[in-house]
DNA sequence: AAATAAATTTAGACAAATCTAAAAAATATA
DNA sequence: TATATTTTTTAGATTTGTCTAAATTTATTT
């Protein structure tokens, strides 16, 4: 089945939303896609005519197992072109989001097979979020968010859940990255704020709001 | 002024046409774009009110200055995307012409400039076509076609004429790649066809329709 | 349980890009 | 030059993706 770079995008968007809860609905898609709730349940009727979403009117839908499936690869070839951007190109974190949302959705399986192997089968993208393998399988890695890390435990930075310019100028501010070593030193309950340690970097303090979107592992 | 995919296609087309005649007709772009000449027509007219097109009903078209700089834009991207699917990824040759087709719509000057600066400025692309500079300059090199080459010149082939999978397999036969040496020894009036010498090869001989899609020039 | 509010869908419109079939203009031919 | 042919344009339709405004259904309050 062939699928438009719009039909694309609400598959990709739907795929995200399911993720945190059991049914999508219609308002939550037209909020993260910017596009009107009678957009949505057009695309919907769409999608399920090509019996890639369940869905009843009225009562929510989910992606199948075919849609899923689908999903999973546009967000491969998101995250390898991401992974390009910034690896081969030098591109800013913050800056590469709009290009891959267009280079997604060009097909050509040899392009994504020969890419990926060009940048030596990446795991992850420049973000920390996981790339699915050709058969859709994601690596995943138990990970933390750091505002409910125990104190004194040293971790390495897996991901980051706000992808702003604006955090990524606090984060080079505190020369935190992905793969950066830390660990909580102190926590106060008045605010919820984290004096931590960075490796290298002497002790320093970030708000609950900043902890919330670092995401942590345990070793290797 | 921002322009769609298909505007964007419409405007090479046009750009490639004009260069072997003063006006372009409806028709030759029906052709080469696989359409009916009523779509063109319906573009011409959406061309003209964008005002990079000089276009009177029944009496051809052409660019203007604007939009001959726009087709060049267009095709510096295309190119630029063919030279790295070769050469960074491996592509054969004859399999990456829709691949670029695509990619050269993606809109981001970032993005092109890196691109270029990653892959070291070319100035050809895998088919030996020259890639406008980022002012929409092409590199040009008096070049002619092989069965027009008086004989024992030592030439260096450096563009083909046509694409194609027949003829990428016919020039690997005769071992024959951009940037390769080679002479014309002789030339028989029956059917036109060449004795050429490939160089570390013994003789051999090609027919006149391939000779004339292999362009060549002096030295360097 | 009725009234109110929120979420969702339908109805109807629009722009972009395409098409077919018919009309009009330009060109070639007898 | 009159007729035939080719080229180009117009008229009108279709598909895709979007929108606004109104109607409908579901959820939440009194
Ligand atoms: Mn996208
Ligand atoms: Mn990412
Ligand atoms: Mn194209
Ligand atoms: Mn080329």
Redesign the pocket.
């Known amino acids: 089945m062939n699928f438009?770079?719009?039909?694309e995008?609400?598959i990709k968007s739907i795929y995200h939303l399911q993720q945190s809860c059991e049914l999508v609905?219609?308002?939550?898609v037209a909020a993260t896609m910017?596009?009107?709730?009678?957009?949505?349940?057009?695309?919907?009727?769409?999608l399920k005519r090509k019996k890639i979403l369940q869905?009843e009117?009225?009562?929510?839908f989910k992606l199948n197992e075919q849609g899923k499936k689908h999903a999973l690869g546009i967000i491969r070839k998101h995250r390898l072109w991401e992974y390009f951007l910034v690896e081969k190109l030098g591109f800013a974190w913050d800056k590469i989001h709009p290009i891959a949302e267009e280079l997604e959705h060009i097909c050509s399986d040899e392009l994504i097979t020969k890419l990926n192997d060009y940048l030596g089968n990446p795991a992850f993208d420049p973000h920390g979020d996981p790339i699915p393998d050709q058969h859709g399988r994601i690596p995943n890695r138990k990970q933390l968010s750091l505002n409910i890390l125990p104190l004194k435990q040293t971790v390495k930075v897996s991901a980051v859940g706000n992808q702003s310019t604006q955090m990524l100028e606090m984060l080079k501010h505190y020369h935190i990255g992905i793969g950066t070593q830390l660990s909580v030193t102190k926590r106060f309950s008045f605010d919820g704020s984290l004096e931590i340690k960075v490796l290298k970097f002497p002790n320093c303090i970030i708000s609950a709001s900043v902890a919330k979107n670092i995401f942590v592992h345990h070793d290797k």
């Not at 438009?4 to 039909?7: G, I, R, V």
């Not at 910017?34 to 769409?46: E, G, P, W, Y």
């Open positions: 438009s770079s719009s039909e995008n609400y609905n219609t308002n939550a910017h596009t009107r709730a009678a957009s949505v349940t057009d695309m919907l009727k769409k869905y009117r009225y009562k929510g």
